[in-house]
């Protein structure tokens, strides 16, 4: 069993020229990608998948859609979300590299390395990572604000000086 919220695999060697799929996220399964995604609501969840061969590996391509509450940053109320979100992964079967003990690993952030993969690609797992990535870490209801709640002023180191100067301190020579 997957610790994912959301899991349906498939084996690479069941791929063949083409693979699609539809999938559909059902009420308990929603209701674990709520609880994982902090949402208060989600009320629909689907994606479509297309999985090809490509180069030396595979591409993964599809969309995401789904009906979400997400919880205003400000106000705490409730911020309804559609998403709908294409997405495009490149991925490569898991080859062992012999390593000696020194040896680094050179990691270029501006390269589109495709994910490793290790006999199964779970379909379900990136069309999730693809949901919270679209998700808006941020939430905030159109019009809302951060107003500064009135209470004591912090106390300045400067306050000090302010009590010295004299209080008709206010013309010059």
Same mark, same amino acid.
Request: hydrophobic share 40%.
């Given at each position: 069993?997957?610790?994912?919220?959301?899991?349906?695999?498939?084996?690479l060697?069941?791929?063949?020229?083409?693979?699609?799929?539809?999938?559909?996220?059902?009420?308990?399964?929603?209701?674990?990608?709520?609880?994982?995604l902090?949402?208060?609501?989600?009320?629909?969840?689907?994606?479509? *998948?297309?999985?090809?061969?490509?180069?030396?590996?595979?591409?993964?391509?599809?969309?995401?859609?789904?009906?979400?509450?997400?919880t205003?940053?400000?106000?705490?109320?409730?911020l309804?979300v559609?998403?709908?979100?294409?997405?495009?992964?490149g991925?490569v079967?898991?080859?062992?590299?012999p390593?000696?003990?020194?040896?680094e690993?050179?990691i270029?952030?501006?390269?589109?390395?495709?994910?490793? *993969?290790?006999?199964?690609?779970?379909?379900?797992a990136?069309?999730?990572?693809?949901?919270?990535?679209?998700?808006?870490?941020?939430p905030?209801?159109?019009g809302?604000e951060?107003?500064?709640?009135?209470?004591?002023?912090e106390?300045?180191?400067?306050?000090?000086?302010?009590?010295?100067?004299?209080?008709?301190a206010?013309?010059?020579t």
């Amino acid at each position: 069993m997957s610790d994912l919220p959301w899991s349906e695999t498939i084996r690479l060697n069941e791929i063949g020229n083409c693979l699609e799929r539809r999938l559909e996220a059902d009420a308990a399964t929603r209701g674990r990608v709520m609880k994982a995604l902090d949402l208060q609501g989600l009320d629909a969840l689907s994606a479509e *998948v297309s999985l090809k061969p490509s180069g030396r590996g595979w591409m993964l391509s599809g969309r995401v859609r789904a009906e979400a509450v997400q919880t205003c940053g400000l106000t705490l109320e409730p911020l309804p979300v559609t998403i709908d979100a294409p997405f495009e992964i490149g991925l490569v079967e898991a080859v062992e590299h012999p390593r000696g003990p020194a040896e680094e690993i050179d990691i270029s952030l501006e390269e589109d390395t495709p994910d490793e *993969v290790e006999g199964v690609v779970d379909l379900a797992a990136y069309a999730l990572e693809q949901l919270a990535l679209s998700l808006d870490p941020f939430p905030r209801k159109p019009g809302a604000e951060f107003a500064q709640p009135d209470g004591p002023r912090e106390s300045s180191p400067f306050d000090v000086l302010n009590r010295l100067k004299p209080k008709d301190a206010g013309g010059g020579t």
